[in-house]
């Protein structure tokens, strides 16, 4: 591995500018993914509380998760068009409001409206976050920052669930605080942000929002994820309801798109959907995002349910799978500066999170717990390895004007396939556990009205021999879970393969980039070899 240049002076007081910004931008993203995930083990606890279901389990996690998601590529576009400090700095006080009323909410339902807010703020923050990153650092110099960022986004996403199951634990604190918590972080991140953080003015002179697209893909995606939480429940899979749903999210699907190819300032260019590597990226992105966001949630009912560990118990056995996100992203990160390609890196990583989740299809409720540390510690490690690097090898082929509607449309899609991941795999799992218990309490010959309300969590208000046969189920249905994710993990390995290797480019802007190559093309040999290649550094080290 070749040895990372020593930087001059000048760079390292750069370095030391740009970090003072990144701890305040990490501090923002750090708190709003590590709210979409510290609810993961305090979940049963919090449905147990308020009387919630099954049903209501998985929304408080995806309304935040479909707000998130809608409102990732509108706050990316107008970060494109108008001042993205303001914008961020709203973002983050609009996150810190709906932090502030979850933490109230006094039933499941209410709860769920609340992390509405909470989660549009999220996505704000996350979408901000990574064009503001690519406005002030090269792609070349990302790889290093971009390691740092996904470590924490890894981290948060993975470390939530041992934060929360400490908090609940704690008894002078309660499952509220898992969303009160957020808000001094915030407060912090904002008094950082708006002392340190400077980037430059939009070039658009006169931008025009494009509220068509912004309206339709928020009905779209809504539309499709409430049709995935309520079919087969609440209504048959050929019904009225399932045709005005599902039709109304493909018929708002293809509006926004004849929306977009009109529009001036549209909120996701169809021209980077159609570029090779965006449109790959977006497909590895949709299945890394799936098994990223729904991994946790669904471990911290097998953890607690299944194995009948307790909520900070259960945090801790995810630590193997924190820990190899950490390092992996860290390390992935220098060495893609180092080298100035990505590839290698995005295809490896995706291969080791298969492999991973593929052993996670394996498990039940005696698995050995020295065993599914290994299995999580390999699915740590490839998601770390791939999650920014997508990010970075798209937004290495946008200019600059365009950096916030590329950027957000990776991180859209992997917000996507996280939301209809978790909705999915909710009500596959609800369905297999459903079928187990009926199968193993007749073996036990106990009458399923033992679990009158079975949709009800609250495990440990049933009959020890009940309590038992749930437990069990849920400890042996997970594999069902996992091997779908082994599926989508097969998916984005193939998308990674079939995606087209590129430079780190050393510009902030591409367009500076063409530039200097036009200038370079129109000088003699021999100016040509004075001047020296710009890409010629990357080339060697790669």
């Known amino acids: 591995m070749p040895r990372p240049a020593r930087r001059t002076e000048a760079e390292e007081t750069k370095h030391r500018e740009v970090m003072k910004v990144f701890t305040g931008l990490l501090l923002a993203l ?36 479909l707000a998130s998601t809608a409102s990732t590529p509108i706050f990316g576009k107008l970060a494109d068009l108008f001042d993205k400090k303001k914008l961020l700095l709203l973002a983050i006080g609009l996150f810190s409001v709906g932090s502030l009323l979850a933490g109230s909410a006094q039933s499941a339902n209410t709860l769920i409206a609340y992390r509405v807010i909470q989660g ?49 634990d704690t008894p002078w604190l309660g499952w509220r605080w898992c969303y009160w918590s957020a808000i001094p972080f915030s407060l912090i991140a904002i008094w ?26 928020v009905m779209s995606v809504t539309l499709l994820l409430l049709w995935l939480s309520f079919v087969d429940t609440s209504f048959a899979w050929v019904s009225w309801q399932s045709a005005a749903m599902l039709g109304g999210a493909v018929l708002g699907t293809v509006a926004f798109v004849l929306v977009e190819l009109r529009a001036a300032e549209p909120v996701v260019p169809m021209w980077i959907l159609t570029e090779r590597t965006t449109a790959l990226s977006i497909v590895a992105s949709f299945a890394v995002g799936t098994v990223m966001f729904a991994a946790p949630v669904f471990l ?77 510690a390999l699915m740590g490690i490839g998601q770390g390895a791939s999650m920014q690097n997508l990010v970075l090898a798209v937004q290495n082929t946008v200019s600059l004007k365009d950096m916030g509607a590329a950027s957000s449309a990776v991180a859209f899609f992997r917000s996507l396939g996280g939301a209809i991941g978790v909705q999915v795999l909710g009500a596959v799992l609800s369905a297999h556990i459903a079928t187990l218990l009926v199968s193993r309490l007749a ?64 510009t902030v802007d591409l367009e500076v980039k063409r530039a200097v190559q036009d200038v370079k093309s129109e000088l003699p040999a021999d100016d040509t070899a004075e001047t020296g290649d710009d890409e010629g550094p990357a080339r060697r080290a790669s």
């Open 30 to 65: 750090f708190v709003a993914m590590l709210s979409g995930t510290i609810v993961g083990n305090a979940l049963p606890v919090i449905i147990a509380d308020l009387g919630g279901t099954q049903l209501q389990y998985t929304w408080i996690v995806t309304a935040a998760l």
């Open 120 to 168: 549009v703020g999220m996505g704000a923050q996350m979408a901000l976050v990574q064009t503001t990153i690519a406005t002030i650092i090269s792609p070349r110099e990302r790889g290093r920052y971009n390691g740092y960022m996904g470590a924490v986004m890894a981290v948060a996403t993975v470390s939530g669930p041992l934060i929360g199951g400490v908090i609940v």
């Open 192 to 217: 950082v942000l708006h002392r340190r953080l400077h980037v430059p003015p939009s070039t658009r002179r006169k931008p025009k929002i494009d509220y068509w697209g912004a309206a339709l893909i």
């Open 300 to 376: 911290g009912q097998y953890f607690q349910i299944g194995r009948g560990y307790g909520p900070t118990e259960s945090g801790l056995l995810m630590v193997p799978m924190m820990l190899g996100v950490f390092l992996s992203s860290t390390i992935a990160g220098r060495l893609v500066s180092a080298r100035g390609t990505w590839k290698r890196y995005v295809v490896g990583g995706i291969t080791i999170q298969a492999v991973g989740v593929a052993l996670m299809a394996t498990i039940g409720v005696s698995t050995p717990l020295w065993v599914l540390g290994i299995y999580l």
């Open 443 to 506: 073996d036990a010959g106990i009458p399923a009205g033992s679990l009158a309300g079975g949709g009800n969590l609250d495990v440990a208000a049933l009959p020890d021999d009940v309590e038992a046969i749930v437990r069990s189920a849920y400890g042996d249905g997970m594999d069902l879970i996992f091997l779908i994710m082994g599926v989508l993990a097969v998916i984005a390995l193939v998308a990674a393969i079939l995606m087209k290797g590129s430079t780190l480019r050393d």
